[in-house]
């Protein structure tokens, strides 16, 4: 429940963290490690995992609209439940990558 929102998290090493229900959008979590992270049920509205390691990491209940998920790595079963989450749409609105699809950043189908 806290708000982190805008936060640079750029280069970080996040693991085991429990940022459920919190506000982390438009945070930058660009080149982290931000493996076996709790993000179940926050607001990543415009969050930047570009070039991020995601392992075992939960999105489940968490708002992603329009995050930004180039070269983020994702293990296989990981992707498949990211892919899975409905919020997983909208187009990047800043940056280098502005104007692509959130789901196709992800490599979703």
């Known amino acids: 429940d806290a708000d982190f929102s805008s936060t640079n998290f750029k280069d970080a090493q996040l693991s085991k963290g ?5 506000n982390l959008d438009k945070a930058d979590f660009t080149n982290g490690v931000v ?3 709790d993000f179940e049920g926050a607001s990543l509205k415009g969050a930047i995992f570009q070039n991020t390691v995601l392992t075992s990491t ?7 609209t ?12 990981d992707l498949k439940k990211l892919c899975k989450n ?9 940056g280098e990558n502005e104007g692509v699809g959130t789901k196709e950043s992800a490599g979703c189908r």
């Open 35 to 37: 493996d076996r992270v």
């Open 18 to 22: 429990y940022f459920s229900k919190s």
């Open 58 to 64: 939960s999105f489940e209940g968490a708002d992603v």
């Open 66 to 77: 329009g995050a930004d998920f180039t070269e983020a790595y994702l293990g296989d079963f």
């Open 86 to 94: 409905p919020t997983l749409k909208g187009v990047i609105a800043s």
